[in-house]
């Protein structure tokens, strides 16, 4: 295989050896161009795992760590990001109160701050619920996000964010009030129009005139990694397969490329995106 001209950075992929493709996406991601990815902590019942605590979560964590070792094996340099996935508050709410499984949650997002800090992964995930929630559980899940935030401001680091479509204004309001810069907090599946820094699926429509303008965003497969689930979101080829696609278009060039994949990843998550 070819050296590539230049990096290609997933912003946020699973893999998943234990129900889904494991090793051979992360190739298939390599063959098509790619070179690094963040990848992203599953939720925990992914791995049934059902945390009644915190410390809970390090199976998970440690898990992702593991395979994140299994995928550099292939040459992908692979950053870790940690975290509670928010639609947690509804699967613990269902065995304990809603505040009670809110605790959870911070303090699982307290054992992956953990993590951070000995070096082990790049950035915290957090959010809120995607899906038509009670109030109680929205402002339990916002709880829970603002702690995450406190988090990445204390780790000094990215923190992603799953959360409803949209530009989510008020989550940079959140940021700023937890000293947290907006630029490092990443819309995960975001839209150009998020005061958040946008991590856009590989195949959005605005990626071109968003290179043309230089504005600052990131690519991501969000390739999920479930048998159940083949191909979803989108595959684990799609950020360098569009990415090169684009290129011989015309509708980006390598210039573009290096600041996309590498420049504005190095801004973002305080890490150094090299060939």
Sequence with gaps: MKSPRFPVTDDHIHIDPLNGRGIEAAKDFLRAGGTHIFLVSKPSWSFQVHPSRGADYA???EETISVARLIESTGVIVFPVLGVHP???????ERMSLSEAAEVMK???DCAAGYIH???AVALKSGRPHYEVSPDVWTASNDVLAHAL???AGCGCALQVHAESGPCADIAEMARNAHVPVER???HYGSPDTPLHPSLIAKHESIPQLARERRAFTMESDFMDENARPGA????KSVPRYTHQLIRQGLITEEDCFRIHAETIGKVYGVTITL
């Design 59 to 61: 199976a998970v964590f």
């Design 87 to 93: 639609a947690e508050i509804s699967r613990l709410s």
């Design 107 to 109: 303090a699982g997002i």
């Design 118 to 120: 000995e070096g082990r």
């Design 150 to 152: 406190e988090c990445a």
């Design 185 to 187: 907090v990443v819309k």
């Design 233 to 236: 979101v989108t595959g684990p």
